[in-house]
Every structure is written in C-alpha cells, then in structure tokens.
C-alpha cells in the first residue's frame, strides 16, 4: 500500500448479527428514499443459505479472471430478480378490511428472510449475512466505466460515482459480481453506498455500522496497526473477504460464524464439537481460509484473557471505529 494511499475497511461478526434489519433501515432513510431509489438497498441483510438480493446475484458474473480481465456479468432483471416494488392497500386496512398488495410481488428484498436449510433437528441452519458495497482495492466497476465516473479516493479507498460524468450504460452494474450498484430510471444515472463519506470526514461511522443492535461491525483502516480492523484481518486473520474467487480484492470483511449451536443425534442428544451451519456454505462464500480462521477463533475461545475475544465483544463503540490520521495513528507500510 502506498503511505499517500490509505483504504478503510469494515469487518462484521457474523455471530453478532441477529437480523434486526437496523442497518438497513437507516441506509434506507438517509440514502435510497427519494424518486427513483425505492428498489434500491444499498445496505441490506441476507439470509443464508438463501437467493439473497438481487435474487441468485452470486451467479450473475462480473469481477476478473485470472489473467485481470473483466469478466461477463449481467444487469438485473427488475421484476425477477429485483423485484418491483409494491405498495399495501392502506385506506381499507384502516378500515379494518383485508390487509393485502395492491400488485402481485414478484421477489423482494428479505424474501426468503429466515429461510434455513439441512433437516431439522439433525442439521438444519441458517445465518445472516449484512451486505453493502465493498469499495474494493481492484473495483470492476472502475475499469469497466467508459466515461471515468467511478473513481477511488486516496485518502480512504472509498468508491464513489461522479454523477456529472455518469451517463447511464449499466457497465458497472454488470462488472460489479456483489450487484451493489444500482441504476435510477429517474435520473439514468447509476447508485451505490458512498460509505457515509460525509460522516467519516467528521470523525463518524457509518450509519449501518454506528446503529448495528448487536454491535456486529467494526471500522477502520487497514495500515493502522493498533487498530481492531488491521489486527482482525491481517493479525488473526479471522476475518475474511466475501468471495475472493472475484478477483475485485473487497474491503469488506466477515468473522464467520463460528458459535452455531451443535448438532442432535436421534435421541436428542448433544453430538460433542459438532458444527450446525455446513463448511461447505462457508468454503462458498470466504474460500478455503475459513478452517484456519474457525480454528483460530475456537481456540481462542478457550482462553479467558484474550485479546482476540475482547475485541469481538467491543462493549464501546470507541473500540468499534477508528479513523486516526496518518500523524496519529502506527501506520504499517504495506
């Protein structure tokens, strides 16, 4: 890393994650509430396993090979695999007639919401899984705007869309393998998370971050050493990039949910150092690294003064966020 170039981050701990929806919420209210926004979630929370949103958005291409090409993607279908929102009739409701959308949905953000998989009692699991942009260090999205709308910030690696340059061809929307870009119909332009950049140059998380129930996420930068995020991801290496196989290096980063309940045999018994969410989801979506981090994670888990699960606990919010400048903060050139 360059010492002119710094890159936030984000890590969420997915076993702190209980679905409340607060983060989406809030990004919704600030960001996506105007004309054209409705179908857009620039924060929303998953449910594993699951279709997620935009619906089967994991085979939908985009990102890089190998070689550093761009691979194909596709642009979501709006009714199929966005889902057209609809609206409830409201005035017969208050009357107290039957409570009802006015058009037939199609999908929808939070569909398949709590929806598990396996046999239950034996295996049956899910978790949630929070999304939002994940400002990656090689942004597909940036290579593959011919217009130079999408551009990446030094001071912090947040990605952002130069709305006066953008002229509306939904290359990035393609190019992006997350589907975390959006195109408003109203405007013709594309929309993405800008990552509160207006709150972090205050000092301040964001939203989905700071009004997280299960004070789930953590945010700071990469070069910071005595920062939680560096010491997470590059320190015990427990928290892990959402579906590296993309080639687009995300910035975002999960603690994989490792405290699930165990596993039941016939007579209800607890089955010793059984797992209930399957590896082979995990393997999926953070790649082969998982057995390590989960290993170091219950290993840790065994000692009672570590460091590791003090910070995971993160019981003030000051432990949670740090945004120290290069004079302040014990920089790490990477």
């Not at 301040?204 to 129930?213: E, G, H, K, T, V």
């Not at 910035?251 to 399957?278: A, C, H, M, Q, T």
Request: neutral net charge; glycine residues 8%; hydrophobic residues 30%.
């Amino acid at each position: 890393m360059n010492m002119k170039e710094r890159q936030l981050a984000m890590v969420i701990d997915l076993n702190k994650c209980i679905g409340c929806q607060n983060c989406t919420v809030t990004c919704k209210t600030m960001w996506t509430n105007s004309s054209g926004k409705d179908y857009m979630y620039w924060n929303n929370v998953e449910t594993i396993p699951g279709n997620g949103y935009p619906k089967n958005w994991q085979d939908m291409g985009g990102g890089f090979d190998a070689d550093g090409s761009l691979k194909n993607g596709k642009i979501p279908n709006m009714s199929k695999e966005y889902g057209i929102p609809w609206e409830y009739n409201h005035d017969e409701i208050m009357s107290a007639k039957e409570f009802k959308p006015k058009t037939e949905p199609t999908w929808g953000v939070n569909w398949d919401e709590e929806k598990g998989g396996g046999e239950f009692p034996k295996d049956n699991y899910f978790f949630n899984l929070p999304r939002i942009c994940n400002h990656c260090s090689k942004p597909s999205c940036l290579s593959a705007c011919p217009h130079d709308a999408i551009f990446k910030r030094q001071k912090d690696g947040i990605v952002l869309v130069d709305m006066d340059l953008c002229q509306g061809c939904r290359y990035c929307i393609a190019a992006c393998p997350y589907k975390k870009i959006y195109f408003n119909p109203q405007f013709s332009k594309s929309e993405k998370c800008n990552f509160c950049f207006p709150l972090i140059e205050e000092g301040l998380p964001p939203l989905c971050a700071s009004d997280c129930s299960g004070r789930a996420r953590f945010v700071g930068y990469l070069d910071d050493i005595e920062g939680q995020v560096y010491k997470l991801i590059k320190k015990y290496k427990v928290a892990l990039p959402l579906r590296p196989d993309f080639g687009v290096e995300p910035n975002v980063y999960y603690i994989p949910p490792f405290l699930s309940p165990p596993k039941f045999d016939k007579e209800g018994n607890i089955i010793e150092n059984s797992d209930r969410i399957r590896t082979s989801e995990l393997v999926k979506l953070f790649g082969e690294e998982i057995y390590d981090a989960i290993k170091t994670l219950k290993n840790e888990k065994r000692d009672g003064n570590s460091e590791l699960l003090k910070m995971l606990v993160a019981s003030q919010d000051k432990d949670r966020f740090r945004f120290k400048n290069k004079d302040e903060a014990n920089i790490n050139a990477l």
